[in-house]
Antibody
Framework: EERLVESGGKLVQPGGSLRLSCVASGFPFSSYALTWVRRAPGKGLEWVSAISGGGDRPYYADSVKGRFTVSRDKSSNSLFLQMNRLRVEDTAVYYC???????????????WGQGTMVVVSS | SYELTQPPSVSVSPGQTASIVCSGDKLGDKYVTWYRQKSGQSPVLVIYKDDKRPSGIPDRISGSNSGNTATLTIAGTQSLDEGDYFCQAWDTDTAVFGGGTKLTVL
């Protein structure tokens, strides 16, 4: 069974930094792109960032480009999201998701984690 | 940037057919994916590549995509179909979600 487990969400002040993690299991880790999607309170889903199966190609939404960095580590089957210069509008539940191909382009997200909550507030 | 537009809400009586539309410029040239999210739960994939159903999704749920509009159709709607539905497509190395449609079964 495919499984994704996120961690790292917490309360952080505006301008601060946070690193989210996601441990994957149940599938060949390097064969699939992984994606971060978030949902802010009262808002819809927002695609945040993705990374190819090999880890050599990252993708970012305009809203986080230059502030967030996505990475993955095959030795620990883990996906990461380093979030810097956090803003109040980054407050959301962040989901780790798995696509169906090695690249996220035109991919669909078939497996989702339970999410981790990030609150940016003073 | 590319935008997908959905109605904020759709209401339907039990047993009737619900249709949720998603509009975008030349959307028919792209693959559309649909997700459902129930309160307090993670999203679930319900339709991919316009009209394909993942295992576990009943065949009374279907999708189509042509021109500027994609449609998710739920026949014989039940209370368990309630939730927020989001369409999604890719455009120039970026994935885009629609704003979401809340489906209520009255």
């Amino acid at each position: 069974e495919e499984r994704l487990v996120e961690s790292g969400g917490k309360l952080v002040q505006p301008g601060g930094s946070l690193r989210l993690s996601c441990v994957a299991s149940g599938f060949p880790f390097s064969s699939y792109a992984l994606t971060w999607v978030r949902r802010a309170p009262g808002k819809g889903l927002e695609w945040v960032s993705a990374i190819s199966g090999g880890g050599d190609r990252p993708y970012y939404a305009d809203s986080v480009k230059g502030r967030f960095t996505v990475s993955r580590d095959k030795s620990s089957n883990s996906l990461f999201l380093q979030m810097n210069r956090l803003r109040v509008e980054d407050t959301a539940v962040y989901y780790c998701t798995k696509g169906d191909g090695v690249l996220p382009d035109n991919d669909y997200l078939e497996t989702w984690g339970q999410g981790t909550m990030v609150v940016v507030s003073s | 940037s590319y935008e997908l537009t959905q109605p904020p809400s759709v209401s339907v009586s039990p047993g009737q057919t619900a249709s949720i539309v998603c509009s975008g410029d030349k959307l028919g040239d792209k693959y559309v994916t649909w997700y459902r999210q129930k309160s307090g739960q993670s999203p679930v994939l319900v339709i991919y590549k316009d009209d394909k159903r993942p295992s576990g999704i009943p065949d009374r749920i279907s999708g189509s995509n042509s021109g500027n509009t994609a449609t998710l159709t739920i026949a014989g709607t039940q209370s368990l179909d309630e939730g927020d539905y989001f369409c999604q497509a890719w455009d120039t190395d970026t994935a885009v979600f629609g704003g979401g449609t809340k489906l209520t079964v009255l």
